[in-house]
T-cell receptor
Framework: NAGVTQTPKFQVLKTGQSMTLQCAQD?????MSWYRQDPGMGLRLIHY???????DQGEVPNGYNVSRSTTEDFPLRLLSAAPSQTSVYFC????????????FGSGTRLTVV | AQSVTQLDSHVSVSEGTPVLLRCNYSSSYSPSLFWYVQHPNKGLQLLLK??????LVKGINGFEAEFKKSETSFHLTKPSAHMSDAAEYFCVSPEGGYNKLIFGAGTRLAVHP
């Protein structure tokens, strides 16, 4: 089925470890973005991309890197995990001019110990 | 900068009674506004969207919302709650040409038999 696929669904990391959260969409959407969800704070934008080769920072980019080499994929890298990065991460994608709204993945629950 | 404020962090209703989830927005111009729903351990699903057409917007699962510029509000309503409506609801406004979504803190709806 078409949509946004995130892997893994769950992950436990030790402080200082690195990892990549994967996000792929098969809808040919130009826009892709990463959000983190923390209790009582809604979702906050980490990084976003308006097309292959183009990325920009969102509201809470520190500690995260992204790249967009293809239209389909938008991985999120944690370079040196910290307990403050314990959160649920969502990837989302959309066509240009989101009158259509974004399509969200099912999320990755990350715990950093 | 745009912002959205959800006035209630928790709302509890009985099955069959009306639902009202409140959202106020802050914007220097007439914004676009969305409501998303998140069921437990799931991703986010678009309920409805306002994009400066009709001020009364109908969405999925019997929900609707009315855009009131004079009150800067976009409250979500449903005439009769169902047990399956129990979820967290987010009022959302896009920013920056739809590149970024600004989320309210969320309202958790509980539905009791």
């Amino acid at each position: 089925n078409a949509g946004v696929t995130q892997t893994p669904k769950f992950q436990v990391l030790k402080t200082g470890q690195s990892m990549t959260l994967q996000c792929a969409q098969d809808m040919n959407h130009e826009y892709m973005s990463w959000y983190r969800q923390d209790p009582g704070m809604g979702l906050r934008l980490i990084h976003y991309s308006v097309g292959a080769g183009i990325t920009d920072q969102g509201e809470v980019p520190n500690g995260y890197n992204v790249s967009r080499s293809t239209t389909e994929d938008f991985p999120l890298r944690l370079l040196s995990a910290a307990p403050s990065q314990t959160s649920v991460y969502f990837c989302a994608s959309s066509y240009t001019g989101t009158a259509y709204g974004y399509t969200f993945g099912s999320g990755t629950r990350l715990t950093v110990v | 900068a745009q912002s959205v404020t959800q006035l209630d962090s928790h709302v509890s209703v009985s099955e069959g009674t009306p639902v009202l989830l409140r959202c106020n927005y802050s914007s220097s111009y007439s914004p676009s506004l969305f409501w998303y729903v998140q069921h437990p351990n799931k991703g986010l699903q678009l309920l409805l969207k306002y994009t400066s057409a009709a001020t009364l917007v109908k969405g999925i699962n019997g929900f609707e919302a009315e855009f009131k510029k004079s009150e800067t509000s976009f409250h979500l309503t449903k005439p009769s709650a169902h047990m399956s409506d129990a979820a967290e609801y987010f009022c959302v406004s896009p920013e920056g040409g739809y590149n970024k979504l600004i989320f309210g803190a969320g309202t958790r709806l509980a539905v009791h038999p």
